[in-house]
């Protein structure tokens, strides 16, 4: 007699591999983080890197061993118990902007010849959720151009940034590849 169970689990197993399988050509290797809920994709052979002295909310930080000026970033940071979508922060352009404000005025303070250049900002809801995806150069006189990529999304009360910052040579030649790494980071 055949069981039922164990053929059940055989055909269950070989399906799963088999979308394995052809997944493993098509995407990305997928990081997932259940405790802290949220889930990204990864550039293949990239490694997670400890750095000593992070900035405030840090949490991880991805680095091309190949490359080690390319790296993705997570930092999540608590907001206002008031504020529960990222919208209440104003449209993706004012977020963006006021960020790269910011962040420019910080950089003329410590590196006068440095400038950030805003190239952009955009909103997706792809569920329940806004995510914001905000772009600009960094652009710096005696290094290269790094281009930044940084999706932005609150919830459960805490601001997730995650951000990919590559030079722009290298942003140049998968640029749809990075915006997919990029556009793969959700919270859930």
Do not use: K
Request: aromatic content about 10%; charged content about 15%; glycine content about 6%.
């Amino acid at each position: 007699m055949i069981n039922l169970r164990w053929v059940a689990i055989t055909l269950g197993s070989l399906l799963w591999l088999g979308l394995l399988g052809c997944s493993a050509v098509t995407t990305l290797p997928h990081h997932l983080d259940l405790a802290r809920g949220y889930a990204f994709d990864l550039p293949l052979g990239w490694t997670e890197i400890t750095v000593r002295e992070a900035a405030p909310g840090v949490v991880e930080v991805w680095r091309d061993p190949i490359d080690r000026t390319a790296n993705l970033s997570l930092i999540i940071n608590p907001v206002p118990e008031t504020t529960a979508n990222i919208t209440e922060l104003g449209t993706a352009t004012e977020v963006g902007y006021r960020f790269f404000q910011e962040r420019q005025a910080q950089l003329q303070a410590s590196q006068p010849d440095t400038l950030l250049e805003f190239l952009g900002a955009a909103a997706q809801q792809p569920g329940l959720v806004t995510y914001y995806t905000l772009e600009y150069a960094l652009i710096q006189p005696d290094a290269p151009t790094r281009h930044n990529l940084a999706r932005a999304v609150i919830r459960h009360h805490q601001l997730f940034t995650f951000n990919l910052s590559l030079p722009e040579r290298r942003w140049q030649q998968m640029p749809e590849q990075w915006r997919a790494i990029v556009g793969s980071f959700q919270v859930f």
